[in-house]
């Protein structure tokens, strides 16, 4: 545990330098989609990745090539599913969750907070983050595939399509 050695030492800085640059561009292969903000299934992977490149750096019995076999093989399965989300509305649905409405037109929709487990104190400081004062400057509060809340604002004009993919809004 307290042993020192400076070939491992530089075997740790030699393969964390490589695995580095090959997974920085693996990322810039795969695109943007990567690093966006995380639905479950890309948490998953990007808890996946960071778990593998710390088994590369710290695990002398894992070759750099099967390091590198491995964060390529987690990439390119991100890659496929994303690419594959996008084309199949199974694979969408499969991966990705929906939208939920949690407030609407001045009503809170508990069962569906509770189910998602959001308490009602959390939907009022999404409102405060937007600088609303009062629940009745607010049309809508979604609970978005990633986890945040949008708040959209009442207006004068107001056309709810942008809620048409929401569960629980019926126009």
Do not use: C, H
């Not at 695990?59 to 099967?66: C, D, E, L, T, Y």
């Not at 978005?144 to 126009?171: A, I, R």
């Amino acid at each position: 545990m307290f042993s020192f050695s400076w070939s491992s030492i530089g075997r740790v800085v030699l393969i964390g330098i490589l695995a580095y640059l090959v997974l920085i561009v693996l990322l810039r292969i795969t695109g943007k989609r990567t690093l966006t903000k995380l639905n479950a299934f890309d948490l998953v992977i990007t808890v996946a990745i960071g778990s593998t490149f710390a088994t590369i750096l710290l695990n002398q019995k894992v070759s750099i090539f099967q390091g590198v076999t491995a964060l390529a093989t987690l990439v390119f399965l991100q890659f496929v599913f994303a690419w594959s989300s996008i084309r199949s509305t199974f694979i969408n649905r499969l991966i990705k969750a929906e939208p939920k409405l949690l407030f609407y037109q001045g009503r809170f929709f508990k069962k569906r907070m509770v189910q998602e487990r959001i308490q009602r104190i959390e939907v009022l400081q999404a409102v405060r983050n937007q600088g609303l004062i009062s629940m009745e400057m607010v049309e809508a509060v979604i609970l978005e595939t990633d986890g945040s809340m949008s708040v959209l604002k009442k207006t004068d004009k107001y056309e709810p399509d942008t809620l048409e993919n929401v569960k629980g809004f019926e126009s």
